[in-house]
């Protein structure tokens, strides 16, 4: 009877954790997820940044180039 018992309980415990390790595992998911999609929209950004600094340096080059040519 005591070993069928403590088996029991073994068994519930095992449950329990089971159950925590998931809710556990559930927010950390949560929080990689958030975390990769703030990256990702902070690195989207920066691209445009950079790519509309890097069109307003060719553009100024383009018409130095220009100017230097029709000299």
Request: charged share 30%.
């Amino acid at each position: 009877m005591f070993v069928g018992k403590h088996n029991h309980k073994l068994q519930i415990h095992k449950k329990i954790h089971k159950e925590i390790l998931e809710i556990e595992l559930d927010i950390s998911q949560k929080y990689i997820d958030n975390l990769l999609d703030k990256l990702t929209k902070d690195i989207l950004n920066k691209k445009e940044i950079a790519l509309n600094s890097l069109d307003t340096v060719t553009q100024s080059l383009c018409t130095e180039i220009e100017d230097k040519l029709s000299i």
